[in-house]
């Protein structure tokens, strides 16, 4: 087989499930389907927010930076960091947070384009990169120096990369091998089942490509989260992919062994037809699929009514600026979505100029909040109170 067949990916996807892998698909679409579901729309779409700003900063994790979610917040209000260095990762985090936003805003409307489409996912990559400074978009291989285009395959020999012992496609051959991955994992040509094993495969086998010159490893990762809206189990952003691959199941280098792992050569006459190992690729579907299903199970704990109501209570509870009443407010949004400013006194069962001063002590905690300065408020849930509403999640410092 000639190395730059566009066969080289083969097998791209698994046609039949394992009985192992079809477990995990059975548990991962029930428990996806019940995540978040007692949740009024209102606080399940500031939770989205929240998870928004957890995936990229385990996406920026897994490119190894460690990206506070505080800076990210500042990031996302248009407060960047003077150093250079800092902003630019702040830059690529408030990029990632709105790219998602804009997947979520898609999938909601059922708008969404194919996500394994060549227009989707060059769109997903000039959209990243659209506000870059050229620091950013400043690529440097060896005694290479190039600018990037954002939304451009590589597409000349300038661009050649290795991936560590990994040597993608040549850069010539990038466009080819992307139209065979498009036809590969058109979505409509698919059964539920097939759609979510899919996911899995294609975010291996895009970063087997490597079809940009940077930005391949995020842009997968929000391929990936477009896939899982399509198919039903994204519950509207409640959950990351991003942490479950940051994090691993038995270990941290989970992620990279595996997909190192995926990268294997057929192993004999019995491992497939293709040019890569189909055994590896089983192995690969089977923990990306358990990654998925332990974050779904995570966040649906965290998400759990009656855990949050007792979290909100006792975060009120140890906070001095706080008066007790503060937790009757937060327990009205958190069931109801919202309530009007004017039911406050009712809600606390405090005189309106006491109740009003409770009100006005969560707004500036950023705990509760509306779109108008006297609209609606809801529950909003800033990242100073992370640690108390969400335990384990993110990493102790």
């Known amino acids: 087989m000639e190395v730059e067949s566009v066969t080289r990916i083969e097998p791209a996807k698994l046609e039949e499930p394992t009985a192992n892998i079809a477990d995990v698909i059975a548990d991962l679409s029930a428990s996806a ?50 150093d250079q260095g800092r902003r630019n990762l702040q830059m690529e985090a408030a990029a990632h947070v709105r790219v998602q936003a804009e997947i979520d805003r898609l999938s909601a409307a059922a708008t969404l384009p194919a996500p394994a489409s060549a227009e989707f996912l060059q769109w997903l990559h000039r959209e990243f990169y659209r506000d870059a400074p050229e620091s950013m978009l400043t690529i440097q291989l ?48 698919m059964g539920k089942a097939a759609q979510i094993m899919a996911i899995a495969s294609a975010h291996h086998r895009f970063n087997y490509i490597h079809p940009f010159p940077d930005g391949n490893g995020r842009v997968s990762r929000l391929m990936s989260h477009a896939m899982a809206g399509v198919t039903g189990i994204g519950t509207h952003g409640l959950w990351s992919i991003s942490r479950g691959l940051a994090r691993g199941i038995d270990s941290r280098g989970d992620y990279k062994r595996m997909m190192d792992h995926a990268d294997m050569p057929r192993q004999g006459d ?10 590896a690729l089983k192995d690969f579907v089977l923990w990306f699929l358990r990654v998925c299903l332990d974050q779904v199970n995570f966040m649906s704990e965290l998400f759990d009514l009656d855990n ?20 009757r407010l937060l327990e009205e949004a958190l069931f109801r979505g919202e309530f009007e400013r004017g039911e406050i006194d009712r809600i ?41 509403l969400f335990p384990r999640l993110y990493p102790q410092a």
């Open 308 to 327: 949050l109501a007792q979290r909100l209570r006792r975060y009120v509870e140890r906070n001095p600026a706080l008066k007790s009443e503060a937790a």
């Open 33 to 82: 389907a019940t995540l978040g579901r007692a949740l009024h729309p209102r606080t399940a779409a500031n939770l989205a927010d929240l998870v928004r700003i957890m995936n990229t900063y385990y996406s920026n994790l897994i490119e190894g930076h460690d990206t506070r979610p505080r800076d990210i917040e500042r990031a996302l209000a248009g407060e960047f960091d003077q």
């Open 348 to 388: 606390t069962g405090l005189p309106e100029r006491s109740a009003r001063r409770v009100l006005a002590d969560l707004l500036d905690l950023g705990l509760l909040g509306s779109d108008t300065p006297k609209g609606k408020v809801s529950l909003r849930f800033p990242t100073i109170a992370l640690e108390e």
């Open 270 to 279: 019995r491992d497939g037809r293709g040019n890569l190992s189909e055994a």
């Open 142 to 189: 060896g005694d290479r120096r190039f600018t990037m285009v954002p939304g451009a395959w590589r597409h000349n020999s300038e661009h050649d990369v290795a991936v560590g012992r990994h040597v993608p496609p040549s850069s010539e051959r990038v466009a080819d091998f992307m139209q065979h991955f498009e036809s590969r994992f058109r979505f409509d040509r």
